[in-house]
């Protein structure tokens, strides 16, 4: 087998397609917040001083770019799996939709409402279901050098969202056990 290719990432680190940053989520009710996961991720990348992330996502979902909520408290307050979903949900069929809202003459001032389970797409149906049966996400986050304006690709970053599970054998059969 030819060994992974290197990426040189920030502090001029290396890190291959098999390296990843894992960060639990030990709290009873799973409710990291966006901006707790953010600070936790820049800890475990060793991002010094001046190092921010620029942007987080799942799949093709963005669910934060310090471009747009850099000071959006509200957002950095919101529960880590409510903004994916939240991501999921808001996700248009058209790309080009963000043009016919902003031609078409719709009541000024009013916020948009969410989707209904109803008006989501299989897709997005798909993938909130995934998102609540697996015991964990993946994200591509990048930081920013925010002295040189330098960006640099994290290895992927895993939120364990559920406790490890111990598999035991009790008479031929596995069981699994909370650790």
């Known amino acids: 087998p030819v060994p992974a290719e290197e990426v040189t990432g920030l502090?001029?680190?290396t890190h291959t397609i098999w390296d990843r940053i894992t960060v639990k989520d030990k709290s009873p009710t799973r409710t990291m917040t966006l901006g707790k996961f953010?600070?936790?991720v820049r800890k475990k990348a060793g991002c010094g001083e001046g190092v921010e992330v620029s942007s987080l996502s799942h799949g093709p979902f963005m669910i934060y770019a310090n471009f747009l909520h850099a000071g959006?408290?509200?957002l950095l307050g919101t529960p880590l799996l409510d903004a994916v979903r939240d991501a999921v949900m808001s996700e248009d069929d058209?790309?080009?939709?963000?043009l016919e809202d902003d031609i078409a003459e719709e009541g000024e001032g009013e916020e948009e409402e969410p989707p209904s389970a109803a008006a989501l797409t299989a897709e997005q149906k798909a993938v909130l279901a995934k998102l609540e049966r697996k015991r964990f996400i993946d994200f591509a986050v990048t930081v920013e050098d925010q002295e040189t304006g330098e960006e640099f690709e994290l290895p992927p970053v895993r939120l364990i969202k559920?406790?490890?599970k111990e598999r035991t054998y009790v008479d031929d059969e596995i069981e699994d056990t909370p650790q």
């Not at 058209?94 to 963000?98: A, G, I, L, R």
């Open 11 to 13: 502090n001029g680190k």
């Open 38 to 40: 953010l600070r936790k």
């Open 72 to 74: 959006d408290e509200e």
């Open 94 to 98: 058209d790309d080009m939709s963000f």
């Open 162 to 164: 559920d406790k490890e």
